[in-house]
């Protein structure tokens, strides 16, 4: 992480924002979700989502990516109010997603996943020459390792895995990728990589939400960090400023709580390990 | 990937390899089970099944089972055999409407599923008490409906001419070879595709047309079946309905969030099936010469499950082929015939039948089992 790049992030920040949601609100049934949340992401800027379990932090993907629709609040794509009622609305407003669960099809192969949804060809049949041929430049570009694009997915690796849903995310050339935990199934190796794609992306210019528990990934890779709690914007923080105290102060509510006591204790005591 | 037995391996192999022992077990036991005439009845003893067999892979391949099938089979063809006989209706325009009542005896099914919520278990089996019982009710009190319709009667009873089978034959073989020929001599950057289906029908097809010349020549209907075969798989591999239509089946909620109209995949579904058990009805009726009460039992329609699931096609969703249900059909078709010839009761004959459904559906499931591991079973909502 050079701080050359954080200043590429931090300066896209002069035009507009490519994608922005203001007061946001979505409720399940007693449950609210979500409580006039904005948020906002700037082309070649990763943004990193970040908050407690059932801070809505995926509520707020699944608005942007047109599974859930908000109860209110508006959104806007390159400053153009849209209504994002499907998920194939987000996607032909160039909002694509990785979601948590990857929502791959394990017993389909690597390219029939990667053009789900948006299969090459004629109206009615695949072209599937032209597909694989795409699907491995769409890999490459990636700097991606898959043996083979004609394997069922269910054959590879969590990080392989994690590397054909990004790949998938970009089939349509969006302008922002939105990526739910990408790291959070992965181990030590596989999390370098896939932090490694999320640059990738930047460099391309697009712009990137993160979604991360762990403070190490997003302290890596974002720009910015958005931290909601309880549905609401808690705080906001530039990555190169902040301290993994200061985020977790946000992310728990106080700073007079248990785990910020905790950690005052144990810096009085010679530091955190 | 790798020389490994994986049990999707076993499970790809384990219906031809059944099909081979159970073929050389019945002919060391009776010689008449390899004659030309035999081999020819038993292609149209399982034509029908075969065609309704197709049908429950296609929604099995969606995750979702259909019960009604034989049921649905019957009524069609009911349909059809009133209209031609009681109302005088054309033939064609007799199978049309038989056709048509199924597309719209889909269509309410798939309503049920996508609409209500229903479980697709549940509403076919609704199906097969309701279209059992409109069954009975258009055959009327005799409760039988002859067919004569000549037209009707020649898609069961129609051989073609032995030169005609063999245009056929080489038909087949000239595609086959042309198409093993071209992937032979790819590009480098073009996708491999498999030889060896090309292979067995290019080879298969002249055979099969000596063995059925030797008899009476190639039946038509076997023509037809062989048709809905090729137009399913298809439909299947090659079309985005049928991906589409895999993806739902293999992880309905990641293909709706990759943009896909899942319930409108399950309406078409729904749909093609239910005309394609009619299709088998039709067949059946056919050969029969007649519809009546027994047609359209719920043995055709475990029949017709029992050989999609043997033919290698996953209860699971999402995995299988078109073509299982011409192996599904020829195990279960194979067994029937040779233990029938061998002399051998009936009860045998389901015992048989039973104990190779287990270990194919026992393959299917360790088979599943292996692709979930451990750290993706939370991407599997809904399972
Ligand atoms: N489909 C749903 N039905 C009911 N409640 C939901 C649903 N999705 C999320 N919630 C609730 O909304 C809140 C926010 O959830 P979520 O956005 O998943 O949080 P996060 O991703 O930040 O952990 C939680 O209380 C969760 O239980
Ligand atoms: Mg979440």
């Known amino acids: 992480m050079s701080v050359a790049t954080h200043e590429s992030g931090a300066s896209a920040a002069t035009t507009g924002p490519i994608l922005e949601l203001i007061g946001i609100g979505k409720h399940f049934g007693a449950v609210q979700a979500l409580a006039g949340a904005d948020f906002h992401v700037h082309a070649g800027e990763v943004v990193a989502l970040v908050g407690d379990n059932g801070a809505g932090k995926s509520t707020l993907v699944k608005i942007m990516s047109g599974v859930y629709q908000a109860d209110s609040g508006s959104m806007r794509v390159d400053g153009r109010e849209v209504h994002v009622h499907s998920p194939s609305a987000a996607q032909s407003l160039g909002i694509a997603t990785v979601f948590q669960d990857l929502a791959l099809c394990d017993n389909l192969d690597v390219v029939a996943n990667l053009f789900l949804g948006s299969e090459l060809g004629t109206k009615a049949w695949m072209d599937e020459v032209v597909m694989e041929k795409e699907s491995w430049r769409l890999l490459r570009e990636l700097g991606a390792k898959i043996p083979t694009v004609r394997i069922p997915v269910a054959s590879l690796s969590g990080g392989q895995r994690q590397t054909v849903a990004i790949a998938r995310s970009l089939v349509g050339n969006p302008k922002v990728v939105m990526l739910d935990e990408p790291t959070a199934a992965l181990g030590v190796a596989q999390t370098a990589e896939v932090l490694n794609l999320v640059e990738r992306l930047r460099e391309q210019r697009l712009g990137v939400v993160l979604i991360s528990h762990n403070m190490a990934d997003v302290q890596a890779v974002a720009d910015r960090i958005v931290v909601l709690r309880l549905g609401r914007n808690e705080a906001e923080f530039r990555a190169v400023d902040v301290t993994t105290e200061q985020l977790v102060a946000a992310i728990t509510g106080a700073s007079d709580n248990v785990v910020a006591e905790r950690n005052a204790r144990r810096e009085a005591s010679g530091g955190p390990e | ?383």
């Open chain 2, 1 to 383: 990937m790798n020389g490994s037995v994986s049990p999707a391996r076993l499970g790809r192999w384990a219906p031809p390899a059944a099909l081979a022992v159970i073929w050389l077990v019945m002919s060391l036991s009776n010689p008449r089970f390899l004659s030309a005439v035999n081999l020819t009845n038993l292609m149209l003893q399982i034509v029908a099944v075969g065609a309704v067999a197709v049908a429950v892979v296609l929604v099995l391949l969606i995750g979702e089972i259909d019960l009604s099938v034989g049921a649905v089979s019957g009524f069609g063809a009911a349909v059809t055999a009133v209209l031609s006989v009681k109302q005088d209706w054309p033939a064609v325009l007799a199978i049309l409407a038989g056709l048509a009542t199924g597309a719209l005896v889909g269509l309410a099914h798939a309503a049920m599923v996508t609409r209500v919520g229903v479980p697709s278990f549940v509403v076919t089996l609704a199906g097969l008490l309701t279209w059992q019982g409109a069954l009975l009710l258009v055959l009327g009190d005799t409760g039988t409906v002859n067919i004569d319709d000549p037209q009707l009667v020649a898609i069961a009873g129609t051989f073609l001419a032995p030169a005609a089978g063999w245009a056929l034959a080489a038909a087949v073989t000239a595609g086959s070879v042309v198409a093993i020929v071209g992937s032979l001599r790819r590009e480098r950057d073009r996708p491999a595709r498999r030889v060896w289906p090309w292979v067995v029908a290019g080879a298969g097809a002249p055979v099969a047309v000596v063995v059925f010349n030797a008899d009476r020549g190639v039946p038509l209907a076997v023509v037809v079946f062989l048709l809905l075969l090729a137009g399913g798989d298809l439909m299947v591999r090659r079309t985005k309905l049928g991906r589409h239509a895999m993806a739902t089946g293999s992880n309905a909620s990641g293909a709706r969030r990759a943009g896909i109209a899942v319930d409108r995949i399950r309406l078409a579904v729904f749909m093609l099936a239910s005309v394609l058990a009619v299709t088998g009805g039709i067949l059946a009726a056919s050969r029969l010469l007649a519809v009546n009460q027994s047609s359209g039992s719920t043995d055709l329609m475990l029949t017709a499950v029992a050989a999609a699931a043997i033919g290698g096609t996953s209860l699971f969703g999402g995995r299988g082929t078109v073509w299982s249900a011409l192996l599904g059909a020829l195990v279960v078709g194979s067994l029937a015939n040779g233990l029938d010839l061998m002399g051998a009761s009936s009860p045998i004959r389901l015992i048989a039948t039973g104990l190779v459904l287990a270990v194919a559906v026992g393959l299917d499931t360790l088979a599943h089992r292996a692709e979930v591991t451990p750290f993706r079973e939370h991407s599997r909502p809904g399972r």
